[in-house]
């Protein structure tokens, strides 16, 4: 065997122009596909954090009933006794409760269906981070009465400036129609564009006080622990604690997102069977290159004794040898590249209102885990085994005495 690997080593050097060729096709390949995927990965992490933080957070707690028909009535209390269980657990990092109301915004210029969250501006702060996502203005911690932030888009649509008033009007827990005035003192803006344009926030006392509900009542409760990946066991245990409520998880509020999550997967497969096919096709290209070129010297090798089995294995080597050269080496600039661009970052500004319509962020961190390295690498190895399987049916299929004829 140490003959076999020796020869196959000494055999892809004799034209090291096309040997290099190879190599430099393979370290390209690679370290492309690393890049691919990682960036994907990225664009997958920015959609489910910027999902998590607008949206959805890492559970949410209502009542039961609440989830199949959002109305006022099916509201918890107090907020107090949750707020207390929740925060004695050590994986829960920050809580917020929140009133959810439907109801319509109108101005003078035509009016809108809109859902409006009540929300404490201390707790959004920490929760979505509501303040930092002001296209401009001010935030709901502003000095004044009834202040609304609503989307530019929704702004635009009811022809109002920030600082003019809208009307909210919705049912309260008597089943009344009850309606205040509230003043625009912010655009918003989380980056889903369809989401803000159907969504304003008020503040959590000022929807209280025009509900009728009880003091420390809430519709929905958002949770974020210190780590997601404690998501599943807590919604388990919790579900038993708060047996007159109903946890759900950011993938169950958000079905889309595993959607999504399956469709990039599904993508990524597809890139890396086609980067592996390229790569397949040029190995056996430049295999099949040097059997032909080497017909007279396989042939004195099959008639001085060499089996074909050897023969075989060493041309199948020759392509493995190529790849296990050039694997690592790719692998290490695309670990060099994924590592610094997932502290700078991709600025993908240039897209951003594209980009914006499905919730994604306009700077990307691309990212990739050890796993897929190694099955990148695991890949292409088979790839180079089968690479070489042809080339290597080609010269065992020759004729000594006619292979060593050739000129």
Same mark, same amino acid.
């Given at each position: 065997?140490? @003959? ?22 393979? +370290? ?33 707690? #209502? #009542? ?7 109305? +006022? &009535?099916?509201? !918890? ?12 657990? %050590? ?12 109801? !319509? ?66 049912? %309260? ?25 159907? @969504? ?18 809430? #519709? ?14 807590? *919604? /388990? ?9 109903? $946890? ?14 399956? *469709? ?6 597809? +890139? ?11 190995? $056996?290209?430049? @295999? ?11 042939? @004195? ?5 060499? %089996? ?32 610094? !661009? ?9 897209? /951003? ?13 691309? %990212? ?16 180079? &085994? ?5 080339? /290597? ?15």
């Amino acid at each position: 065997m140490k @003959m076999i690997i020796k020869l196959a080593w000494l055999n892809i050097w004799r034209n090291p122009v096309r040997t290099g060729v190879v190599m430099a096709a393979v +370290v390209i390949g690679i370290w492309a596909l690393v890049f691919l995927l990682g960036f994907f990965n990225g664009m997958v992490d920015s959609y489910i954090n910027a999902t998590i933080e607008s949206r959805t957070s890492h559970l949410q707690i #209502h #009542h039961p009933e609440f989830v199949e028909d959002p109305e +006022v &009535i099916f509201y !918890l209390d107090p907020a107090e006794l949750f707020r207390e269980k929740l925060h004695a657990d %050590n994986r829960v990092k920050t809580t917020a409760e929140r009133l959810v109301l439907q109801g !319509l915004l109108s101005s003078a210029s035509g009016s809108r269906g809109v859902m409006v969250k009540g929300v404490k501006p201390e707790q959004e702060k920490e929760i979505s981070a509501l303040d930092r996502k002001l296209a401009e203005g001010e935030y709901l911690d502003v000095d004044r009465r009834n202040p609304i932030l609503v989307s530019k888009g929704m702004g635009r649509r009811l022809g109002v400036s920030l600082n003019q008033h809208l009307v909210l009007s919705f049912q %309260n827990v008597d089943g009344e129609f009850a309606s205040g005035r509230f003043r625009v003192v912010g655009w918003y803006d989380t980056g889903n564009t369809q989401e803000d344009d159907m @969504m304003a926030f008020a503040r959590y006392d000022d929807l209280l006080a025009l509900s009728l509900m009880e003091e420390s009542a809430f #519709h929905e409760m958002a949770v974020i622990l210190h780590d997601i990946k404690d998501v599943p066991a807590f *919604q /388990s245990e919790f579900s038993e604690v708060f047996d007159d409520a109903r $946890i759900r998880s950011y993938t169950e509020i958000s079905p889309d997102m595993v959607l999504y999550n399956e *469709q990039i997967k599904t993508m990524l497969s597809i +890139v890396i069977i086609v980067v592996m096919i390229a790569l397949l096709f040029g190995i $056996i290209n430049t @295999m099949l290159m040097a059997v032909l070129e080497r017909q007279r010297e396989l042939g @004195m090798l099959l008639a001085i004794g060499m %089996n074909q089995r050897k023969i075989f294995s060493m041309i199948t080597l020759e392509s493995i040898i190529m790849c296990v050269i050039a694997a690592p080496i790719g692998v290490l600039i695309g670990y060099g590249t994924i590592g610094f !661009l997932g502290k700078a970052g991709i600025d993908l500004r240039t897209w /951003s209102d594209g980009l914006e319509q499905f919730g994604i962020g306009t700077l990307i961190y691309p %990212n990739l885990g050890w796993a897929t390295y190694v099955e990148i690498v695991f890949a292409l190895v088979i790839t180079a &085994i089968v690479a070489g399987i042809y080339p /290597s049916i080609k010269a065992i299929s020759l004729k000594p005495v006619e292979a060593i004829r050739k000129l």
